[in-house]
């Protein structure tokens, strides 16, 4: 069964903290994305990559950056979480040209306090 | 400012009953539209698409419409089931890119 596994299900970290995501994908899949869902705001892009060391920054980049050193696994970075920053965040890959081959993983609920 | 809207956060319908799930997007640039489902605790989960040459698509018992004029597209489900309860997300791209952006999601009960 494919998948895209993210490395924590429930994360708590304190203001100041440098966080690290971890999604990694087994689909091989060139493209990786980055999402926070946050109550009555949905699915919003945070920063996406289309293959190994390249990034691009979706709409609500500040704050965060990304790593991607090798195809499977795509890492979200919080510089200096803040409390602002605590939320869902949703990883998805993908295999070439069109959006409609998203796969998710399952969620990291990040709280910063 | 959000590109993708789901206007009703929450609707509520019987067992057998049709759902109705709308969308509106401002950016005349998308021409390729999903709806995800998501429970609790999982992601979200790709459940139907629609490219802008067509105004209708139908999978069993889940029908999108598009409406490009009006910029509006929706989700029928009959008969809706318990087992549909969840969050439905439209989400809208542009054919050839492979980023795609959300609306704030509609959460579908469906009562026995």
């Known amino acids: 069964d494919v998948k895209v596994t993210q490395s924590s299900r429930y994360l708590v970290k304190r203001t100041g903290e440098k966080v690290f995501l971890e999604c990694v994908q087994d689909?091989?899949?060139?493209?990786m994305f980055w999402y926070r869902q946050d109550p009555g705001l949905g699915l919003r892009l945070i920063y996406f990559?289309?293959?190994?060391?390249?990034?691009e920054k979706g709409d609500i980049p500040e704050g965060y950056s990304v790593s991607r050193e090798k195809k499977e696994r795509f890492s979200l970075i919080l510089e200096s979480a803040s409390t602002n920053q605590t939320s869902m965040y949703l990883c998805?890959?993908?295999f070439g040209q069109g959006a409609w081959g998203y796969t998710f993983g399952s969620g990291t609920r990040l709280t910063v306090v | 400012d959000q590109q993708v809207k789901q206007n009703s956060p929450s609707l509520s319908v019987q067992e057998g009953r049709i759902s109705i799930l709308n969308c509106d997007y401002t950016?005349?640039?998308?021409?390729?539209f999903l709806w995800y489902k998501k429970y609790p605790a999982e992601g979200p989960t790709f459940l139907i698409s629609?490219?802008?040459?067509?105004d209708k698509n139908e999978d069993g018992r889940f029908t999108v419409f598009l409406n490009k004029s009006a910029k509006h597209l929706s989700l029928h489900i009959v008969p809706s089931q318990p087992g549909d309860s969840a969050v439905y997300f439209c989400?809208?791209?542009?054919?050839?890119?492979?980023?795609?952006?959300f609306g704030a999601g509609t959460r579908l009960t469906v009562k026995p």
């Open positions: 998805a890959s993908s």
């Open positions: 689909m091989d899949h060139e493209n």
């Open positions: 990559s289309y293959d190994v060391k390249m990034k």
């Open positions: 950016n005349s640039m998308f021409d390729y």
């Open positions: 629609i490219s802008s040459i067509k």
């Open positions: 989400a809208a791209s542009e054919y050839n890119n492979n980023d795609m952006r």
